[in-house]
């Protein structure tokens, strides 16, 4: 009976078919074109992902800073004093005008600095830069503000946290007067370019009409026609 069993054994394992190394070379060579295939569509979707994902930090960053902008322009109006209401530089960086409590404010784009209000001759002096290695940022630097000859509120330049940029800087802001052709009267442009790193860069374009003007009107609906009866 042992031997038997034995000599079955020996037949089986006769009879069991190997795996050539042909047959491991092709399994490889397959495993091997999938696998670089398969890092391909990784390597893309990854891609694809990184800039949608730095096309909508680039649109929530824009977003942000246009609405403070257009919610500080909107309020733009005349001022006692004989000035422009609103200044734009040549260069079209900044642009200055007072709001409806007769403070003078100041848009542009760069570093903030220290601001301080000199009694004797009415004057700001503006000192260093807060941080030499701080990107460009969106500055609105408020004028001090005065009630008689007393100071109120001294001069602050004001910015967002510098984690709001999601590692974005402003590369370039620029101001224009809208062609009035076009627009309603009292339109500005407002163009904005946002840089990252590794997403690249990002623009934005907005119009603000200013409604605290002397001689603003607001537009009104046309009255629609009286119907005639055909009778």
């Known amino acids: 009976m042992k031997k038997r069993r034995i000599i079955r054994k020996l037949q089986m394992l006769r009879n069991r078919s190997g795996v050539t190394m042909v047959e491991l070379i092709v399994v490889f060579a397959l495993i091997s074109m999938f696998i670089a295939l398969s890092s391909q569509v990784i390597t893309s979707s990854l891609n694809v992902y990184a800039k949608i994902q730095g096309i909508d930090y680039g649109r929530q960053v824009s977003d942000t800073l246009m ?54 001759d009415e004057t700001e002096q503006a000192g260093a830069d807060y941080d030499t290695d701080m990107s460009r940022q969106l500055i609105i630097h408020y004028y001090v503000t005065k009630s008689g000859s007393k100071v109120v509120y001294q001069p602050v330049d004001w910015t967002f946290d510098e984690n709001m940029y999601q590692g974005y800087e402003i590369e370039s802001l620029k101001f224009s007067k809208a062609d009035e052709a076009v627009y309603p009267p009292n339109m500005y442009c407002v163009e904005l370019i946002l840089n990252h790193p590794s997403y690249g860069r990002y623009a934005a374009t907005r119009y603000v009409e200013c409604y605290n003007f002397e001689g603003y009107e607001e537009p009104t609906e046309p009255t629609p026609e009286t119907p005639t009866d055909p009778t």
């Not at 109006?77 to 003078?104: P, V």
């Not at 760069?110 to 004797?120: M, Q």
């Open 67 to 120: 609405n403070k902008i257009v919610g500080e322009l909107s309020g733009a109006q005349n001022n006692s004093l004989d000035e422009d209401a609103i200044t734009i530089e040549t260069d079209q960086t900044a642009i200055t005008f007072w709001d409806e409590s007769g403070s003078r404010i100041r848009i542009t784009s760069g570093k903030p600095k220290h601001y301080s209000y000199n009694d004797d």
